[in-house]
Antibody
C-alpha cells in the first residue's frame, strides 16, 4: 500500500524549533518529488516547500523562507522539515505530499499531489 | 503570487442533486489547475488535474472544466460521501503552488 506517515509535531514555544519527518512506503520514494503543505486551524491549504527527487532542487514559500529547511534521505525513504524560529502563525497541521509531474503529448504540463499523509500537528504557543 | 478565489464559500445541496463549484484565478493559469476534496480530519484527496482529467479511481460524477482564469468543478449527482470541502489549486506558477479558500458542500 502506498503510504506517507508524518511524525514529529507537538507543542513548541515561539522562537523554538521542531523537526518533522515523513516516512514513505509502497512506492519508489527516490523517484518522486515531494512537498510539505500546511493547514492552519479552520483555514485552507498553504504550500510550504518543495524538494526534487534527488534533493538537488529546493523551494520555499516566502512565509517560511530562511526559517524552514526541507531535506530527504532516499536510502531511508524519508522526508524532513526542520522548522526554526517558529511563530504563532506556523501553527497548523503539516502534510507531506507526493508529487507527480510530466508533459502531455501536446506539450502541456501537469503537476499534482496524489498521495498525502494524514498530517502532524504543530502548535506554537507560550 | 496568483490568487485563487472560490465561490461560493458554502453550497447547500440535497443528495442526488447537481453541485457546481467555481474557482477564479487572478491571472491566467492555462489548464494548470487541480481540484482536491477534503473531509473533516482527513488529508486532501486529488480529484482532478489539468483542469479536466480525473485522477485514478475518481468516479465519473466528478468533472472539471475551464481554462485561463475561470474553472468549474461539477458533481453530477451528490452522494452522501461527497459532502466535504473542495479546493482548487494552480500549478501554472510552479513551484509557487496556491490554493483557493475552499468551498464547503453541505447537506441541504
Amino acid at each position: 500500500e502506498v503510504q506517507l506517515v508524518e511524525s514529529g509535531g507537538g507543542l513548541v514555544q515561539p522562537g523554538g524549533s521542531l523537526r518533522l519527518s515523513c516516512a514513505a512506503s509502497g512506492f519508489t520514494f527516490s523517484s518522486y518529488e515531494m512537498n510539505w503543505v500546511r493547514q492552519a486551524p479552520g483555514k485552507g491549504l498553504e504550500w510550504v516547500s518543495y524538494i526534487s527527487s534527488s534533493g538537488s532542487t529546493i523551494y520555499y514559500a516566502d512565509s517560511v523562507k530562511g526559517r524552514f529547511t526541507i531535506s530527504r534521505d532516499n536510502a531511508k525513504n524519508s522526508l524532513y522539515l526542520q522548522m526554526n524560529s517558529l511563530r504563532a502563525e506556523d501553527t497548523a497541521v503539516y502534510y507531506c505530499a507526493r508529487a507527480t509531474s510530466g508533459y502531455y503529448g501536446s506539450g502541456g504540463y501537469y503537476y499534482y499531489m496524489d498521495v498525502w499523509g494524514k498530517g502532524t500537528t504543530v502548535t506554537v504557543s507560550s | 503570487e496568483i490568487v485563487m478565489t472560490q465561490s461560493p464559500a458554502t453550497l447547500s445541496v440535497s443528495p442526488g442533486e447537481r453541485a457546481t463549484l467555481s474557482c477564479r484565478a487572478s491571472q491566467s493559469v492555462s489548464s494548470n489547475l487541480a481540484w482536491y476534496q477534503q473531509k473533516p480530519g482527513q488529508a486532501p484527496r486529488l480529484l482532478i488535474y489539468g483542469a479536466s482529467t480525473r485522477a485514478t479511481g475518481i468516479p465519473a460524477r466528478f468533472s472539471g472544466s475551464g481554462s485561463g482564469t475561470e474553472f468549474t468543478l461539477t458533481i453530477s449527482s451528490l452522494q452522501s460521501e461527497d459532502f466535504a470541502v473542495y479546493y482548487c489549486q494552480q500549478y501554472n506558477n510552479w513551484p509557487s503552488l496556491t490554493f483557493g479558500g475552499g468551498t464547503k458542500v453541505e447537506i441541504k
